[in-house]
Structure formats: structure tokens, C-alpha cells
């Protein structure tokens, strides 16, 4: 593959000389960014003051004024190429426009949602799932994914928290570079591929209260051990773009902040893409209280290190000219931003070849293989969190099944949140993939029960086809609820399908409570209590209260948000076909009242009396950290360190055996946790530092090895506002999940 990079002398040159060229105003133009609404045929409003027919026509004019930077929000090839040729024949120098788009679990094909791909803990199958959305994105002419989204969430009430890996930032960084190879392929500018942009940078999932788009204060230690990890790791991958948060960091608006935007991405990472504002994100420095004006926002945001805004109406960037004429911002740091932004076209092949072929687009969103990826993703993101009496796997030969809920045949919420360009037509439900596994032989008796909820919940994005109540008039939830009651008691097995509507998880989209909504709990309970062995489905993007059903329900199988082909593997998973693997990326808490709940925190005071803090109830979480089951079990042993005592900077190898001890094989995912007994800083009691998937026949064992470098011990201190490697003691452990009590220890102080 030849590398498109304008590191060639030819590249540079030509960049030169179109900046030499251009006008301020044609600069000004290659900084924007326009959203591109053409709305779907619905009564739903837009987010924003602009009036939703006069948008299309007044970013039109704007194009054939003089170009842009770029366009977002169109998926269809045909109308990428219209707008395409306005860009380039409205600026004198032909330059297009990179066109971006929300491509976040998928576009066509839709994966599982990024909180169930992290669940995978399945690194080749996160950058497999990404590597498809790119080749049907960059096939339809998008350039350019506003993803991977890299918001450490730990508080599960902020929506978004179903759009990143969790809360962890081991697993997020790792996650983050497996998206960004797959988005990217292994050079920016790669065929088949589009320029990724973790997103928001940064603290954004550290909102007060979880109420989105809220302020947020963070620690320097929280913010370079927790937030940033998984940016810095997306930029070593070699991230071509960085989205800028929307909400102030300690004070001052990530979008106009000097310190995020060039000290800390620029001149410690070295990074050397171009940063893009969140939505709007630059006009909102003047909401902050920040900014005086559009003008002022403008030049501090461009100031600070951002390089293009994206404007959702009168873009904050059309006063550059005039912050150039009057100095508030220098042509040097126009030209940079321009020049890191003609640098992505052309890296991209886009200043020689800017439109796409719409028949290859055609064959691409059809090609076969991408749901056959989005399939396994959807069976290695299920996490099993409960199995009492071996419900699972379920016998395909079992008479009759019952699949009730109000999310077992609902396709829309089957596809998750965070899609626009989706196709119904062929999204597999829960209950259509168990009726095409199991065939006629099998009874299958459906009803909804109930809905999610009775009232409408708007969401941000309902435009784009959101939940209304079902069946306002003529619905009779009493008998509905006790036709799924009588179901149940007909069938041998109880298959029940609660969670959330997809629109009420995801940006704007925070409750505050974790409960299942509605009266989803109350049918639970019912069919429980018609006797028939009952498994739980679970769709959703955060952890939901599910103390009852824990106790009270044999089998929890949590499938997210499984995508596309999401019934078919979820009906794999139920009869066996192949077996659940996800681990959970983040605590389970028992109740709304604990958030928020890490498993790295700290302690201080009568360690012994961790799990009794509030008095109404446990201090533990009601699943921990990383913990998933299987339909075998699994044994630690023999954990051992191949030595004691380390040099400071020496690496330490730690291994342990794993066995299976059931009767089928299963994937374990053996996990280490390393903690630092003392030093400079208070360290959380153990932290995550290595895993592996392993598949493991049935009373097969094998050894698991770990390597427990320097880096792997580094840590952020208060003391040295640095980074440091200190000489202590540290435990390990291996095992299952944060919970492991096969312990060790090293000793670096020789
Ligand atoms: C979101 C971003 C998204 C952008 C464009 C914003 O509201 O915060 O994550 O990329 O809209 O859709």
C-alpha cells in the first residue's frame, strides 16, 4: 500500500501552495464544519434554534460562497456527490470537503453498541467491528468517524456511558487503539478505511450527577491516570483527528483549552491531526460565560489548539478574517489550522479523486461478511450473569418457549442507540432469531406484556426514528400483561426481554434511577411466579437495578444492544450454539444510591468494613468488575511470580493456571490486578493490568502468563505533578474478575 502522507516533499509542496493562495476567508471556510440536515419525514423538532427546511438551502449558499472544511450528517453517496461538487466548483481552488459522520457501532451493519463491544474483552473482534464500519462508511463517501468515543463513564445515570468501554482505563485504552485500527486500517489515508476521531476530549463522562453536558472537576491524579489514558493510547495508535469535549474541565471549556488542546495533545502526545469542536461546541464558549462574544470564542478557540469548528448554523469561524485583521489571532495560526486540515484530504486521496462510485457503494453496504462480523460480536459482548441450575444452555428440542417483553420483538431497540442509516428490514429480533433456530417443531408463543413505558420520552435523536408509547389507543396492558402471564404458564421455558428503549440511553439521555422502567419488573414477577424456569434477557447500554431478579431468577443473560444480527446471537447463545464470554466493563451496583462505585477506589479506614458503609444497604456491588460466567467452570491456580524482588524498572512475570472444571468447554478470561502497596500517592486498591481470552475444553487446563513491566506501574503523582516509577512493594492477583484472591508479591526496592 503507497502512503498518501504529505510527509513527501511533493505533498508538502502542494499544501504550500495552496496556502499560499487562498484568502483568509477561503481559510476561514476550510476550518468549518456544517451539519447537513436533511430530516427523515417526521414531526420531530431540531435540537436547535435553526429552522429545519431554511438549513440545507442556507449551507448551500455557504458552499457555493467559497467551500468548506467539511460536511456531516450525509450518508447517501448520491447527495455526497451533489454537495461534494458545489464544494469543490464554490471555491476557486477545487479543494473538497472531508464529508464526517457518527459512524459509532456501525452504519449500515450495526454492531453491537460500543459498551457490549468493550464487554467482548476481545480486542481482534472490537477492531474487526470497526474495520467494517469504516469500509461501508468510506464506501458511501464518508471520510471520517466521529468515534471511537473514549468517555470514561462511572456513573452509569449519564446515557452516555453506552458509548465508551466503561470504567476502566486499562481495557478503554486498549479498546481505544484496537477502534482506531480498525476505523484506520495501518496508515492514515488507507483504502476501505476513514480517519477516526476520539471523542470528547476530555472528562465529559465525569459530569456531576451524570446529568449530560454538566460541569466537571477533576483531579490531575484522576485525570492522568482514569480520563486521559485511553486519548493518549488512541494517539499513539495514530489517531488522524480528536473531537473537543463540550463542557468546562476544572474551570475552563475543553474547546478553549490551551492547556488540553496543545499542551497536553499536541506537545506531550504528540499529536499531529487536527481537533474538531463537538457540536456547536465553540459558540458555546460564549454560554460558559466564557467568551464574549462569537468573535472572542472564535479566536480563543483557535487559539487554544482547535483547528475546526462544528457548526450546527452561523458558524463562530466566519470571524476569523476579522480576529486575522485585528490580530487576536495570528495567519501562523491559521495556516497551521488549515494546513493540518488539507493535510487529511490529501492523505486521503481527496484533493485528486473527492467523489465516490455509488453502484461499489451499492455491493458494500450488501456484502454478506459484515453481518457475519456484527454476529460474533453480538455472541462475545452477551455477558452471563447468573445460570442457577444450568438453565443455559437451553435444549432446542424444549416443546414450547414463551418470549415475552416488550423488547423481544422490537426491532428498533434490538439496533441500539447512536444509528441513523439502518436497515429494519434486516435487523433479527430476539424473538425472530429464536424462531429461526429453533424451527416448527417448537412452540413459540409471543407477547409483549407491557411497554417499556406509558409516556413518551423524548430524546435527542428522535428524529431519527425514536420510541413512542406503543399502541396508545385500543392497548389493554392488564389483559396484554396476562395473556404473557398465561404464556408463560403454557411454555417450558420463559425467555424475558426488559431493559430500556434505546432512546432513553445515550447523549441527553440520563436518569436518575437505575430501575427497570415502566412496570417491566412487575411482569418479571409475574412470570416468575407462574412457575415456568425463566430467563432474563437483558437489553440495555448501563447497569440497571436488578436486586430482585438476582435473587428471584434462575438465569441473567445481559445482550446490550446486540445490532443487526442480534436475535440470531442471541438464540446461538440461549441453545448452546456458542458459548457466553463477556465480562463486564464496568461495577454492577446494587442500587441507584451507590453511584458512583469503582472497583480501583481507595481506602482509608477499616478496610475490614468496606462492604458496610451505608447502613439500608451493602457497600459491594451486586456484580463486580469484569465478572461474567460461563456455561463451565473455572479454577485458579499456582499463581506464582518468577521472582521476588525486582529492580525498580525490571520486568516481572507472573503466571497462573486455569482449568475448566465442567463439563463444557467455555472461554475464560483470566485478569491480573496489581496494586501498589506505598508510595508518593495513595494507589486504588488494585487496579486492572492484563487479560487474556482463552478457550479451554472441558477439564483442559493451560497456563496463563502475564508481564508486569515498568510501564505497567507507572502512575501519575500529586508529589511530582509527573508521571513516576516508585520503588515499593505491589500485589497481584489473577483470577475471574476484580474479586480474585489468588494473591502475590514483588518487591522493586532491590
Ligand atoms: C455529540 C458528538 C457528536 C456530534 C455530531 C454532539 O452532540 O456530543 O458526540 O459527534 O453531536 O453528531
Redesign the pocket.
Known sequence: MTDPSTTTADGAARIDALLAAMTVEQKAGQLTQY?YFVLPDTDAAL?DPTDAAEQPRQVEAALARGGAGSL??VTDPAEINRLQRLVVEGNPHGIPALF???VIHGLRTILPVPIAMAASWDLETIERGQAVAAREARAVGIHWA??P?LDIARDPRWG?II?GAGEDPFLGALVAAAQVRGFQGDVLGAPEHVIA?P??LAG?GAALGGRDYDEVDLSEPQLWNVYLPPFAAAVAAGAGNV?S??MGLNGVPATGNPWLLTEVLRERWGFGGFVVS???AVKSLVTHGFAEDAADAAARAINAGLDME?AIAEPAFDHLPEAVASGAVSEATLDAAVRRVLEAKQRLGLLDDPYVDEARAREVLRDPAHREVARVAAQRSAVLLKNEGGLLPLDPGTPSIAVLGPLADSRRDTIGPWVFDFDLDETVTVLEGIRNRVGDAVRVEHARGIPVVQREFPS?FDMFGGNRPEDPEGFDEQAELARAVEAARRADVAVVVLGEWQNMIG??ASRSSLELPGRQLELLQAVVAAGTPTVLLLMNGRPLDLRWAAEHVPTILDVWYPGTQGGTAVADLLFGDVAPSGRLPFTWPRTVGQVPMVYAHAISHEPQNQGRRYWDEASTPLFPFGFGLATTTFAYSDLAVDRVSVPVDGTVIVTATVTNTGERAGIAVPQLYLHQRFGSAIRPVRELKGFQRLELAAGESAEVRFEVGPDLRRHWSTAARDAVLEASVFDVWVGADATADLAATFDTRG
Open positions: 451539519f435540537p456531516l450528517f464526517g459522520f457518527d466521529f468515534a468515543n452516555r458509548e476521531g471523542k470528547h465529559y473531537m469535549a463540550y463537538d457540536a456547536n462544528m435527542l447523549e441527553n
